[in-house]
């Protein structure tokens, strides 16, 4: 499927994917930023999040999705920043066409099987909590609390509760998709044969869940110990978009 899309500026392609909770407008405030260093950023939304409803039941392989909707737009060679589930995504889509990604910036990562924390659980369970007892805005107010940092602005915060009632609305009104065999597979193999330059980062305030998850990361890929991004909790990118964005471009302008 072709995926909606953002995008701002000419030059380089930056591909950016989105967390979980949210869509595509996470990236509104760093189109901007990114087209005036002379960049072509490129904000999808990825399917079940935001424009690209998927009916319960179909099969979705995201880092298909992306790579079809690129060919689209005619972007053949790019660098990908993910946050999230748009981390997980980034790597699936760079196993998937290694010859297309020049460069990989991940934050807020965790693989599937890594054990959650007592906080993580907690998150997924209050969400699960209110979400059993149809209680749309505790959900909500459940998931920007894990999520952004107790210092988050206040517009920072409605917008996540914006993109996450969304989110969590068409997962009522759709139910989940199911995912085709990830390209990952079932550990780390995968991740070794990938020989692309990488950044990893982690919010300050997230859990300790994506601190792992983002060390062994680094330690799969070959790349540096991950960056902590000051002032944030897991949506970092959202919380710090000028932070976010000077890291991005520094890793942008090493690369070959």
Same mark, same amino acid.
């Given at each position: 499927? *072709?995926?909606?899309?953002?995008?701002?500026?000419?030059?380089?392609?930056?591909?950016? =994917?989105?967390?979980?909770?949210? %869509?595509?407008? /996470?990236?509104?405030?760093?189109? &901007?930023?990114?087209?005036?260093?002379? /960049?072509?950023?490129?904000?999808? %939304?990825? &399917?079940? @999040?935001?424009?690209?409803?998927?009916?319960?039941?179909? !099969?979705?392989?995201?880092?298909?999705?992306? =790579?079809?909707?690129?060919?689209?737009?005619?972007?053949?060679?790019?660098?990908?920043?993910?946050?999230?589930?748009?981390?997980?995504?980034?790597?699936?889509?760079?196993?998937?066409?290694?010859? $297309?990604?020049?460069?990989?910036?991940?934050?807020?990562?965790?693989?599937?099987?890594?054990?959650?924390?007592?906080?993580?659980?907690?998150?997924?369970?209050?969400?699960?909590?209110? *979400?059993?007892?149809?209680?749309? %805005?505790?959900?909500?107010?459940?998931?920007? !609390?894990?999520?952004?940092?107790? %210092?988050?602005?206040?517009?920072?915060?409605?917008?996540?509760?914006?993109?996450? $009632?969304?989110?969590?609305?068409?997962?009522?009104? @759709?139910?989940?998709?199911?995912?085709?065999?990830? &390209?990952?597979?079932?550990?780390?193999?995968?991740? @070794?044969?990938?020989?692309?330059?990488?950044?990893?980062?982690?919010?300050?305030?997230? /859990?300790?869940?994506?601190?792992?998850?983002?060390?062994?990361?680094?330690? @799969?890929?070959?790349?540096?110990? &991950?960056?902590?991004?000051?002032?944030?909790?897991?949506?970092?990118?959202?919380?710090?978009?000028?932070?976010?964005?000077?890291?991005? =471009?520094?890793?942008?302008?090493?690369?070959?």
């Amino acid at each position: 499927m *072709l995926l909606p899309s953002d995008e701002a500026g000419r030059g380089r392609p930056v591909v950016l =994917l989105h967390a979980r909770p949210t %869509d595509r407008t /996470m990236w509104r405030a760093h189109l &901007p930023l990114l087209a005036e260093a002379g /960049m072509r950023a490129i904000a999808l %939304d990825l &399917p079940g @999040h935001g424009g690209a409803a998927v009916p319960g039941g179909d !099969e979705i392989a995201p880092w298909a999705d992306v =790579l079809d909707t690129l060919d689209h737009l005619r972007v053949d060679r790019f660098v990908m920043a993910g946050n999230s589930l748009g981390a997980l995504v980034a790597l699936q889509t760079a196993v998937t066409a290694p010859e $297309r990604v020049e460069g990989l910036v991940l934050v807020g990562y965790r693989p599937h099987d890594q054990p959650a924390s007592p906080r993580l659980q907690a998150a997924w369970d209050a969400e699960r909590t209110a *979400l059993d007892a149809g209680d749309l %805005d505790a959900a909500v107010a459940a998931g920007v !609390e894990a999520w952004t940092s107790a %210092d988050a602005a206040a517009d920072v915060r409605a917008h996540a509760a914006h993109m996450l $009632r969304g989110r969590l609305t068409a997962q009522r009104a @759709h139910g989940e998709p199911t995912q085709a065999p990830d &390209p990952l597979g079932d550990g780390t193999e995968a991740l @070794h044969t990938l020989a692309v330059s990488a950044l990893i980062g982690v919010g300050e305030h997230d /859990m300790p869940d994506f601190f792992e998850g983002g060390k062994g990361l680094a330690h @799969h890929l070959d790349a540096p110990e &991950p960056v902590v991004i000051p002032g944030a909790g897991h949506l970092a990118p959202l919380e710090q978009p000028k932070a976010f964005c000077t890291l991005l =471009l520094d890793f942008v302008r090493r690369l070959p």
